[in-house]
């Protein structure tokens, strides 16, 4: 993740994460990213259903019952694992994890365990009632997609009415107390949305939103030609930059982060150092506190039928499954030869991503699209929109 209210608003100092000495478990959730000994923040693809049909789903989810999904018993073993191992946040995802049986008490679990539980969610299924049962539980926060405005929103998800009532889901969130915010993957179908989104953020008082950038797997596999071009997304990072500030300008500082594409880092750094060079040293020490992408080591994924994943987009390959061995152990066996080599990825990248200067705040950016695209994941990223000149070549 990086922060754009983080680094560009200058929300945050390089000594915030350096007074809790940078440990996982002590760190508040806004500084977890600065971590130093990376431990991972798990998602969890509790279950595999869901009510929409979205174009971009990493797990070809649709509405039917499927079998093979861990039993409560092995969640409950594999959330106990991961609070002993010292994870400190559990993300449930889907599919649509709220609708997943025992998805309360499986939070609830982690709750009582300290870890901080998330969901990813999309939206629909929270009225008052459901809210009310997550308050109990004690959730940590409610993330929500929502991929455009209304009509491409609910193009994208497959189901018209998607986008009132993921709005309403929000909506009932912020009336019941419980964080929220919106997660929205960028992509060609929906990017001219997005000053939209942020008008719909200050509208509704809404306090986070995080913008993913594509990543080629499951249904989203087939959009690599839908993914902005390199100036483009220049462009909407720019925007993202520009409109948070202006918010924050307003007395409206809302957290605004972009996911999946570690280049933004040295991207926002450059435009902080050509306008506010003397704050410039302190974002560049965030971002190598940051340490750029981390799959394999402070990102990790559990499947619903128990396969560990180095991310929750890297599905065609698993160092094991928790079924057989403990989260634990399975994170920590580096004899698998791709999860020793993602510790030391830089020995390992190649082209640009070998030679460039950014490597110890963008780490290589993501293994998976690199793969995706050229069939080797040590690979330059595609997604890659930084030039030669600013990369140092």
């Not at 049909?53 to 989810?61: A, E, G, L």
């Not at 997550?134 to 959730?139: A, E, G, I, T």
């Not at 160092?319 to 989260?327: A, L, W």
Request: with cysteine; glycine share 10%.
């Amino acid at each position: 993740m990086i922060g754009i209210s983080k680094l560009y608003c200058g929300t945050v100092e390089a000594s915030d994460p350096l007074r809790y000495g940078r440990k996982s478990n002590k760190l508040p959730s806004h500084l977890l990213q600065f971590s130093k000994d990376k431990r991972p923040v798990v998602v969890w693809n509790v279950g595999r259903r869901c009510n929409l049909r979205c174009v971009h789903c990493y797990s070809h989810s649709r509405n039917i019952d499927y079998s093979g999904e861990l039993t409560r018993e092995e969640g409950i073993r594999l959330i106990d694992d991961l609070a002993d191992f010292g994870v400190p946040v559990l993300l449930f995802s889907g599919g649509e994890p709220l609708m997943h049986p025992d998805i309360l008490e499986l939070i609830a679990r982690a709750r009582q365990k300290g870890l901080r539980a998330v969901v990813s969610t999309n939206g629909t299924l929270i009225d008052d009632e459901m809210a009310a049962k997550l308050n109990d539980v004690d959730l940590s926060y409610v993330g929500v997609s929502l991929d455009g405005l209304r009509e491409t929103n609910d193009r994208f998800r497959g189901i018209p009415g998607a986008f009132d009532m993921a709005l309403s889901g929000i909506r009932t969130c912020m009336k019941a107390g419980i964080k929220v915010g919106l997660r929205f993957t960028i992509n060609r179908r929906n990017s001219q949305d997005i000053e939209g989104i942020f008008d719909l953020i200050e509208r509704e008082g809404i306090p986070r939103v995080c913008f993913y950038h594509l990543v080629y797997a499951g249904r989203g596999s087939k959009l690599v030609k839908e993914d902005l071009t390199h100036e483009a997304t220049r462009n909407t990072v720019d925007l993202l930059m520009d409109r948070t500030k202006a918010l924050h300008k307003k007395g409206r500082p809302i957290e605004c982060l972009t996911v999946d594409n570690h280049c933004d880092g040295p991207y926002v750094y450059l435009r902080v150092l050509r306008e506010e060079p003397e704050r410039a040293p302190g974002v560049l020490e965030l971002l190598k506190m940051n340490g750029g992408n981390s799959s394999g080591r402070g990102i990790g994924c559990v499947s619903w039928d128990g396969a560990v994943h180095f991310d929750q987009f890297w599905r065609n390959y698993s160092p094991g499954n928790v079924r057989e061995r403990p989260f634990s152990e399975i994170w920590t066996d580096t004899s698998d030869e791709i999860l020793g080599k993602l510790r030391e990825r830089k020995k390992y990248l190649k082209g640009r991503c070998a030679a460039c200067k950014w490597l110890t705040v963008c780490n290589g950016n993501f293994r998976v699209r690199a793969e995706a695209v050229t069939g080797d994941i040590w690979a330059c990223d595609p997604a890659c929109y930084l030039t030669d000149e600013e990369i140092g070549l």
